[in-house]
């Protein structure tokens, strides 16, 4: 089955530093990916859609200077949280959908960011 | 925007006992999803509702597409220990990206 990495699954890092989060679709070729941010027991919320060569979709809300998505291939797309501050400190998934259509939805297993 | 409203909140029930849960919606979705959240992982899928009317089983789950395109509902029958875990539905609307819109997910805690 369509299987998606992420990568790392939990990092702790500094006020002020850049942490970049990798999401990676193993087994299938994916045109979109979907970025999400999950508070303790709330339910996920979309950041943003990163679509293959071609610049990021942001909900209403999310700073894109501050979150910074990159999707240069099929198969990876980034992001990366600039000068983390302490609310920055979630739970943060990504999604993959494959270039057959929407069937599935697969998602990562998730980073946990704690910002100190 | 759109929003799903999913209930319950929480449930805590006795192994063995039968469990459900649904969604709804104020605005047409053109697919269902139910997934499960274990703690500090990534949501997996667990069934996808592609039709109104669709009744769908993943062995002891089944799940169905409400005929209104607003509703959907999900079942666990006979449930046991590993069945614990949030769960939540989500939705794709016919008009507009391929983004999913979340339910507020249904905590589930079994009792052995």
């Known amino acids: 089955g369509a299987v998606v990495s992420q990568h790392p699954s939990w990092v702790i890092c500094k006020s002020g530093t850049s942490v970049k989060i990798e999401c990676r679709s193993l087994?299938?070729?994916?045109?979109?990916m979907f970025w999400y941010r999950q508070f303790p027991k709330q339910s996920l919320m979309l950041m943003a859609t990163s679509n293959e060569g071609s610049k990021a979709t942001y909900e209403q809300g999310v700073e894109k200077d501050k979150f910074l998505i990159n999707h240069a291939s099929l198969t990876l797309s980034t992001l990366t949280v600039t000068s983390a501050h302490p609310e920055d400190s979630s739970f943060y998934i990504c999604?993959?959908?494959?270039?057959?259509?929407?069937?599935?939805?697969?998602f990562g297993s998730g980073t946990r960011l704690t910002v100190v | 925007g759109q929003q799903l409203n999913q209930s319950p909140q929480s449930m805590f029930i006795q192994e063995g006992e039968d469990v459900s849960m649904n969604c709804t919606s104020s605005s047409i979705f053109n697919t269902w999803l139910w997934y499960k959240q274990d703690p500090g992982e990534g949501p997996v899928l667990l069934i996808a509702?592609?039709?109104?009317?669709e009744l769908t089983s993943n062995g002891r789950l089944t799940a169905q597409f409400g005929i209104t395109r607003k509703d959907s509902f999900l079942n666990i029958s006979a449930s046991i220990p590993s069945d614990v875990g949030i769960y939540f539905c989500a939705g794709q609307a016919i008009q507009g990206a391929q983004k999913l819109v979340f339910g507020q997910g249904t905590r589930l805690t079994i009792n052995p």
């Open positions: 087994d299938f070729q994916a045109t979109t």
């Open positions: 999604s993959a959908v494959g270039t057959g259509g929407g069937y599935g939805y697969t």
């Open positions: 509702l592609y039709k109104a009317g």
